[in-house]
Nanobody, 122 residues
Framework: QVQLVESGGGLVQAGGSLRLSCAAS????????LGWFRQAPDKEREFVAA????????YFGYSVEGRFAISRDNTKNTVYLQMNRLKPEDTAVYYC???????????????WGQGTQVTVSS
């Protein structure tokens, strides 16, 4: 069992940056792949980024590639999402998730956090 708690969301102007954190409980954190997803009002959940258990492999959604970075610190049981050059269309609730493999599909993830709101003003 893994419990995930996101933090770091907030209001930022377009062009700014935010760093989201997701802290996990459980001693097996380093064995899980982690992903970030987001969901805007009246839209489907969208893949943002994923990282494998070691941090050696990462994936990004098309709309964020080149602007966002994902990293993890297995000594702190934490995964990060660094978001740069934010746009109003990045406004959404951001969720972190843990699963067996780093994947684009939300169905590959077994555990989910409650989400943190990110709002980008124009």
């Amino acid at each position: 069992q893994v419990q995930l708690v996101e933090s770091g969301g907030g209001l930022v102007q377009a062009g700014g940056s935010l760093r989201l954190s997701c802290a996990a409980s459980g001693r097996t954190f380093s064995s899980y792949a982690l992903g970030w997803f987001r969901q805007a009002p009246d839209k489907e959940r969208e893949f943002v980024a994923a990282i494998n258990w070691s941090g050696a492999t990462t994936y990004f959604g098309y709309s964020v590639e080149g602007r966002f970075a994902i990293s993890r610190d297995n000594t702190k049981n934490t995964v990060y999402l660094q978001m740069n050059r934010l746009k109003p269309e990045d406004t959404a609730v951001y969720y972190c998730a843990a699963g067996g493999i780093a994947a684009i599909s939300e169905y590959e993830y077994d555990y989910w956090g409650q989400g943190t709101q990110v709002t980008v003003s124009s």
